[in-house]
């Protein structure tokens, strides 16, 4: 069986842009302390699969093949940057509304990924920047980290303040 790191994107990847949308690659900034844990998880050995949430498709801001643009930029940097990219890349184009299985908090991109490459979700991690992103990730029985200004939410498993924290943490913990 495989292990992974499930990554969420916007504020875990890149910067969040508060109340809008990555539209284009000119607005997809990385979060520098996202490198560190992204060469951890290839260093031991971790598949690194993206896993995010993307209704500005739904909601027609954006176009599939815009959003493809902006990953393969992505891919294109973490290459240049680390030597290695994202082994898949799981996007839920659904609008929150419908409730959709594969857009989180359900677990559905990440069941996907863990029925595909073989994955022990017990092995595996999800780190995320929303309360959904834990969700998604324990009911698929990942390990959750959430990252941010949170106070004790009782889905995740580890909670920090800072990608600096989680990097950290997971020297002595990603095995």
């Given at each position: 069986?495989?292990?992974?790191?499930?990554?969420?994107?916007?504020?875990?990847?890149?910067?969040?842009?508060?109340?809008?949308?990555?539209?284009?690659?000119?607005?997809?900034?990385?979060?520098?302390?996202?490198f560190?844990?992204?060469?951890?998880?290839?260093?031991?050995?971790?598949?690194?699969?993206?896993?995010t949430?993307?209704?500005?498709?739904?909601?027609?801001i954006?176009?599939?093949?815009?959003?493809?643009?902006?990953?393969?930029?992505?891919?294109?940097?973490?290459?240049?940057?680390?030597?290695?990219?994202?082994?898949?890349?799981?996007?839920?184009?659904?609008?929150?509304?419908?409730?959709?299985?594969?857009?989180?908090?359900?677990?559905?991109?990440?069941?996907?990924?863990?029925?595909?490459?073989?994955?022990?979700?017990?092995?595996?991690?999800?780190?995320?920047?929303?309360?959904?992103?834990?969700?998604?990730g324990?009911?698929?029985?990942?390990?959750?980290?959430?990252?941010?200004?949170?106070?004790?939410?009782?889905?995740?498993?580890?909670?920090?303040?800072?990608?600096?924290?989680?990097?950290?943490?997971?020297?002595?913990?990603?095995?």
């Amino acid at each position: 069986m495989e292990k992974a790191f499930f990554f969420d994107r916007d504020g875990i990847v890149n910067r969040r842009l508060i109340g809008d949308y990555v539209k284009n690659i000119d607005e997809f900034q990385f979060l520098e302390d996202f490198f560190p844990i992204f060469s951890l998880a290839s260093e031991r050995k971790y598949l690194k699969i993206l896993i995010t949430n993307q209704q500005c498709i739904g909601k027609k801001i954006i176009t599939e093949d815009e959003l493809n643009h902006i990953h393969d930029f992505m891919q294109t940097e973490l290459v240049k940057r680390t030597g290695e990219k994202f082994d898949a890349i799981y996007v839920a184009p659904d609008l929150a509304s419908s409730n959709s299985f594969r857009r989180k908090p359900a677990p559905g991109m990440i069941l996907e990924a863990i029925e595909k490459y073989k994955i022990s979700p017990e092995e595996s991690w999800m780190l995320g920047d929303a309360v959904s992103d834990v969700v998604a990730g324990k009911a698929a029985k990942t390990k959750t980290i959430l990252m941010g200004d949170y106070a004790d939410i009782p889905e995740a498993d580890f909670i920090f303040s800072s990608l600096k924290e989680v990097f950290d943490f997971l020297k002595d913990n990603l095995k």
